[in-house]
């Protein structure tokens, strides 16, 4: 059983357009992120959720809105797509608490052209 | 500003060479220290990790070394294998506080 799954793991799309990509956990963790890396590699968090509530919102354009049905999932909605936003996204989730690891899903290549 | 970095960006090693990657931290309140590997499509995922009271923690192949007062630690890959090809990245976090990820490495052992 995969523990963190994303949907779609490739998404193509053109600018303008509005894409969302989903994220499940079942490994019970209470806390959910969304993660960015760049052609660098470089990771920089978007955003975090503990048991259904944003905690971390990292300067992210109004472009990008997560939602969280459930501590279980946490999604994530990208309106008006811009080049920029091209990007592998990368789910993850944890126990809140000190030296708790982060368990990442394998990642959404997006393509804005 | 960055709060932890690491170096070198890249790093080529001969089959059964040493990898040697170096991360430095300015926040003192960090309190855990982990390694991620990721592999080419595929997620971060942990490696090994030490917290500041002790200053080495080897698993296996992989080492890391901690110096609390230079306020750095090092991942050292004895041994190393084109298995082990991939990015590491190392990171530090203060309690329940978000995890701070250094830019990462890309290595390549030579086969």
Same mark, same amino acid.
């Given at each position: 059983d995969t523990a963190v799954s994303q949907t779609p793991k490739y998404l193509v799309t053109q600018m303008g357009n509005d894409k969302s990509i989903k994220c499940e956990q079942n490994? #019970?963790?209470?806390t959910m992120y969304w993660y960015k890396q760049d052609s660098k590699k470089f990771l920089k968090i978007m955003f975090s959720y503990n048991n259904k509530e944003l905690i971390i919102n990292e300067t992210v354009p109004n472009r990008f809105s997560p939602k969280s049905p459930d501590k279980a999932h946490l999604n994530l909605h990208i309106n008006?797509?811009?080049? #920029?936003?091209?990007a592998v996204y990368f789910c993850a989730s944890q126990w809140t608490g000190k030296s708790s690891p982060l368990h990442f899903g394998n990642g959404t290549r997006l393509t804005v052209t | 500003q960055q709060q932890v970095k690491q170096s070198p960006q890249s790093l080529i090693v001969q089959k059964g060479g040493i990898s040697i990657i170096n991360c430095a931290y300015?926040?003192?309140?960090?309190?855990y220290f982990p390694w991620y590997q990721q592999f080419p499509g595929k997620g971060p995922a942990l490696l090994i990790a030490i917290r500041p009271d002790v200053s080495e923690k080897k698993e296996g192949r992989f080492t890391i070394s901690f110096n609390k007062s230079a306020k750095q630690f090092s991942l050292h890959i004895m041994d190393?294998?084109? #298995?082990?090809?991939a990015t590491y990245f190392c990171a530090a976090s203060r309690g329940d506080d978000k995890i701070i990820f250094g830019k990462g490495t890309r290595l390549h052992i030579l086969p």
């Open positions: 490994l #019970g963790h209470d008006s797509l811009e080049l #920029g936003d091209s | 300015e926040n003192t309140a960090f309190d190393s294998q084109p #298995g082990d090809s």
